[in-house]
């Protein structure tokens, strides 16, 4: 038996209510019922009831709605925005046995993204395919009329729920990609069912940065000047969080080195550079340790140091395209590739391939990288071509890398890492060959342009320049 009888979304039109509303009717037993008390429509644009109530009806008695949802199997609820039916809003606030969602997005993202849903007609995303593109004008009158609607809700909600004494549950848009907050709803609802996975057919419609969003930029940037808080430059990530992935790293017997790889770097080279470094093979270091086991390294050896190696993204992703998509590693993602993304590569691994078609396949699959890392394809987001700032982040959850080292820096690095630890530096060996093509022979601007536009916060928060 849960703790409510109903429940009650409060968000706002672009904030991911769709989303958040398609992940709550994944659990069992839960129903959200849509925009139910929206002036215009009764649940959803095209519906005509909801639980027997038509518009008419509804809008005539909508307590007996309420009565209506509370009384259905399951715990049922709706979402509601500002501009929702106000008779059953103080109702609703006042009572606990109604539980509160909270949804907030910066105001400013949330703008943009309505001003580019008007425009287009485009108000949900299932197929990035059919995405629909334009740029928002802004208008710094509406924004802050827009602004002041949206605050002034919050401070309502926000004082009822005070002198009520209840507590909401607070989601905020990025955490829509977090399983962990989504469970965490599932037990505040008091329900006991539990998500195994996220929502996967809502796409995220607008990913690119806001700067890339808005015809007028400079305009709203100078508008919104004295208003730091919508933190305008930040370039968006909609990337799952990651775990720590403990079991991939690599730890020394006797030297107190811990290596962190990250996936599509050059995880070889330094392993082989590890196993040297205490006169053995990769082999003999110790791999697939539990989180147990990895404390009990650290607290055997003090003054340990742990390291993770960054490569160029460019290099990073070519290197995953030509020895996991072409290498025939991932043959189900080939496939979709082939014949879903049209990239102009073999059916099979070692098939007949030029190397323009290999610059065009690649260029593809940087395009594919961007979309995907933007949550708009329906494939997982692989560690192989995640973004380093994900991984990184991940690996902190358990223990932050002490050093950050860089590919093309690496021989140089590892050899002042040897000398901290009191080792001669072995040579650090080369790098297997890049095939059927090398990036040098097909990189260019535009390829420079397509890695830098998928791999964006990568390139921010490390200060990667152009390959070459």
């Not at 605050?151 to 977090?178: C, E, H, N, P």
């Not at 015809?215 to 100078?222: D, L």
């Not at 004295?226 to 992935?245: A, I, V, Y």
């Not at 205490?278 to 989180?291: F, T």
Request: hydrophobic letters at 40%.
């Amino acid at each position: 038996m849960t703790r409510f009888h109903s429940f009650i979304l409060l968000a706002e039109m672009r904030t991911g209510s769709n989303l958040l509303e398609a992940n709550l009717n994944a659990l069992e037993g839960v129903s959200c019922l849509g925009e139910v008390f929206n002036p215009a429509f009764i649940a959803y644009p095209n519906a005509e009831d909801c639980l027997g109530f038509d518009k008419a009806s509804r809008d005539a008695d909508p307590l007996a709605l309420l009565q209506a949802i509370r009384q259905a199997p399951g715990l049922n609820g709706f979402r509601f925005f500002h501009d929702h039916d106000q008779r059953v809003l103080d109702l609703l606030l006042t009572d606990p046995g109604c539980a509160k969602i909270v949804l907030t997005r910066n105001p400013a993202e949330s703008y943009v993204s309505w001003k580019i849903a008007q425009a287009t007609g485009q108000w949900k995303l299932t197929d990035v395919r059919r995405r629909k593109e334009t740029r928002a004008s802004f208008d710094a009158a509406e924004f802050e009329a827009h602004l002041e609607a949206l605050q002034g809700f919050q401070m309502r909600v926000m004082r009822s729920l005070q002198v009520t004494g209840q507590t909401a549950f607070y989601v905020d848009y990025d955490d829509l990609q977090s399983l962990e907050v989504m469970n965490g709803l599932a037990a505040f609802l008091g329900v006991e069912a539990r998500l195994e996975g996220l929502e996967q057919k809502l796409k995220v419609q607008n990913p690119e940065p806001l700067s890339e969003k808005v015809e007028n930029f400079a305009v709203m940037a100078e508008s919104l000047a004295r208003l730091d808080r919508f933190n305008l430059s930040r370039t968006p990530n909609f990337e799952p969080r990651r775990g720590p992935q403990v079991p991939s790293f690599a730890a020394c017997k006797e030297v107190p080195l811990l290596y962190m790889p990250v996936k599509g770097g050059p995880e070889r080279q330094v392993l082989q550079w590890l196993a040297a470094l205490e006169g053995g093979k990769p082999r003999d270091l110790q791999r697939k340790l539990s989180q147990k086991e990895l404390r009990q390294w650290l607290r055997a050896r003090p003054g340990h140091r742990s390291f993770t190696v960054l490569p160029h993204p460019v290099r990073r992703a070519h290197r995953v395209f030509c020895d996991k998509i072409l290498g025939g590693g991932f043959a189900e993602i080939r496939k979709v590739l082939r014949q879903r993304y049209k990239l102009p590569i073999p059916g099979t691994p070692g098939g007949a391939y030029s190397q323009e078609q290999h610059r065009e396949a690649f260029l593809g699959f940087l395009g594919f990288l961007k979309a995907n890392l933007a949550q708009q394809t329906g494939l997982r987001i692989d560690p192989h071509w995640a973004s380093q700032a994900a991984v990184l982040e991940g690996f902190s959850q358990f223990v932050t890398p002490d050093l950050v080292l860089r590919e093309d820096e690496l021989e140089a690095d590892l050899a002042h890492l040897a000398a901290r630890v009191g080792r001669a530096a072995p040579q650090l060996a080369e790098g297997p060959k890049e095939s059927p093509f090398e990036l040098a022979e097909i990189y260019d601007e535009e390829i420079e342009a397509a890695a830098a536009d998928a791999y964006a916060r990568d390139y921010l928060l490390f200060g990667f320049g152009p390959w070459r």
